[in-house]
């Protein structure tokens, strides 16, 4: 992953300046205070320009060492980094335990949540839009038109959510269908009411085709178990008809749900669910009693990664028998794309392709085949989506997306581009300030047979033994005035945050490469930023 442009905000810059842990003690984090105070001490140096520069890089350490020494302090900082030091918080009081001044900030913080909550929204649109194209495949005969594709029916249906109170949410939904030339729409009304984190409220009306009005009841029965109850009312020319419906759920075990649910009315049913979900897989089984359908469903899903889902299923019932399978692949960020082909008796043949754009879905069904499994139906329903998803992801999105990541990149280098300066110069100058500690470092490692650096490399390394010149700089010195007792360890942070050290290559993935002499013989290693860089390894000897 690309490396922040904030790393001065970076809430690890602190523990990396002083080369910590997150878990480091106070006696750890005054022991590397110390250890740095040797080098950049202003007493100890009497050129005028490097007395600057290490008055400078003093107070930085001080800066570092007064939060991370200080239990308050640094706790402040671990949860909101260097803007949360800087705030104008409330007095919390001094005999407070570190977990009683964390909740403390975290109630703080929730406030100022709450204040944005008022004018915050979560919309949701679904666009569907029906085709039919049987005729390509199906055709009355060579005296009626073949291969006609017509929109069926179009659907439109957006809602908003609108929190109130931390409590409170009320969610505005509306509706409008054509199809064949008539249409219809719904407006809808939807309260929710959260009592405790185990037990809330839904209350909603709407209008459009007839009144409803009706309310729903979600509760935490037990530790595993958890309810739902509702009632509503719809109106129809005979007066009010009431729906009652009751959900009961249980866990079964660490990944696997049970459910059983009846709902009332003209369409009644009873319909009991399994379901097991761990992180790459989903599997689900559906039995339904009811009217007039009876049937049961079994389905599969399998996640690649977090960029591609793989899903197949299968229906019977007194209905006919069905089996579906589709892909879904992530395009962009926010972006995901998939199709699906159902293939089934009496249904025919269908393809759905959906769109999916943050909270934004475009569902198009394509109807193929109405009365009977057409092998041209599936084979082209299959094949056809495929290979245009390839053709629009290599030469539409592909070549987009990697143009829009160099424009950002440009943008992030030359907005950066004055800070990285500086940074570089306080880097160079540091390191003339280690030369003598340097010096010093080697002669006692090399006495001992220990560990000496021999070349080091930080920024974007191109691949084994090359970089680009450009976007490297040598931290030889640096790293071996961080060598301890013949060990060097550099803790899981960015090590941009190093003595000594800048970014080279702004917004870009970043490496380190270390080529060490130990007990005689040659070593390397090449590790990624944030990784843990302990050495030496016997791993890392060069035969």
């Known amino acids: 992953m690309a490396a922040s442009l904030e790393e001065d905000d970076d809430q690890d810059s602190y523990y990396a300046l002083l080369n910590v842990s997150k878990d480091a003690s106070t006696e750890q984090v005054n022991a590397a205070y110390r250890r740095l105070c040797i080098i950049y001490h202003p007493d100890k140096h009497e050129d005028p320009e490097r007395k600057t520069v290490a008055k400078r890089l003093f107070n930085r350490l001080k800066e570092a060492h007064s939060v991370l020494s200080d239990s308050e302090k640094r706790i402040i900082y671990d949860v909101y980094g260097k803007k949360g030091l800087e705030a104008s918080w409330e007095v919390v009081a001094q005999t407070r335990t570190p977990s009683e001044i964390r909740e403390e900030y975290e109630r703080l913080q929730r406030r100022q949540e709450d204040e944005r ?11 569907s839009v029906s085709i039919n194209a049987t005729d390509v495949f199906e055709s009355y005969g060579d005296d009626y038109e073949a291969g006609v594709v017509e929109v069926s029916s179009i659907s439109m ?9 931390r409590k409170d ?5 509306g509706t409008m269908v054509t199809k064949n030339g008539r249409g219809h729409g719904q407006v809808a009304v939807l309260l ?3 009592v405790t984190p185990s037990r809330w409220f839904e209350f909603d009306v709407g209008a459009g085709t007839g009144l409803y009005f009706g309310g729903r ?3 935490n029965l037990t530790r595993f178990t958890y309810g739902m109850a509702g009632l509503s009312f719809i109106s129809t020319p005979a007066g009010l008809q009431p729906l009652v419906t009751a959900n009961l759920t249980r866990r079964l075990g660490d990944h696997m749900n049970g459910s059983l649910t009846w709902k009332s009315g003209a369409e009644s049913s009873m319909t009991s669910s399994i379901v097991r979900e761990t992180e790459n897989h989903h599997l689900a089984l559906t039995l339904r009693l009811g009217i007039p359908d009876i049937h049961a469903r079994l389905s599969y899903m399998y996640k690649y ?3 591609m889902r793989v899903h197949v299923a299968a229906k019977a019932g007194f209905m006919g028998i069905a089996a579906e399978y589709g892909i879904d692949t992530k395009i962009t960020t926010h972006s995901w794309v998939g199709a699906t082909m159902v293939v089934g008796v009496p249904t025919g043949v269908k393809l759905k392709i ?3 754009r943050s909270s934004q879905e475009f569902v198009f069904p394509i109807e193929l085949a109405s009365d009977a499994i057409v092998p041209e139906a599936v084979f082209y329903g299959t094949v056809l989506p495929i290979a245009a998803y390839w053709v629009i992801k290599l030469f539409v999105v592909n070549p987009f997306l990697k143009r829009r990541e160099n424009e950002d990149l440009q943008e992030q280098q030359q907005a950066a581009e004055s800070r990285v300066d500086a940074k570089k110069r306080e880097a160079e100058l540091a390191v003339r300030l280690m030369k003598d500690a340097y010096e010093r470092s080697v002669h006692i490692e090399r006495e001992r047979h220990g560990l000496v650096i021999r070349e080091a490399w930080y920024g974007k390394l191109v691949g084994e033994g090359e970089e680009d010149h450009n976007k490297v700089i040598d931290v030889i010195i640096p790293l071996q005035c961080q060598v301890r007792d013949s060990k060097l360890i550099l803790q899981t942070t960015s090590k941009v945050g190093l003595p000594g050290f800048y970014d080279p290559c702004v917004g870009e993935e970043k490496s380190v490469r270390v080529v060490y002499e130990f007990r005689d013989a040659m070593h390397e290693v090449t590790l990624k930023d944030t990784d843990l860089v302990a050495i030496p390894r016997q791993s890392h000897r060069i035969d």
């Open 192 to 194: 929710r009411h959260v």
């Open 157 to 165: 249906n957006q809602q908003v959510d609108a929190p109130l109170t």
């Open 354 to 356: 959906k769109v999916t």
């Open 169 to 173: 949410t009320v969610t505005l939904s």
């Open 117 to 127: 909550l008022q004018q915050a929204t979560n919309p949701y649109g679904r666009t």
């Open 305 to 307: 990664e977090q960029d």
């Open 217 to 219: 009841m979600f509760m």
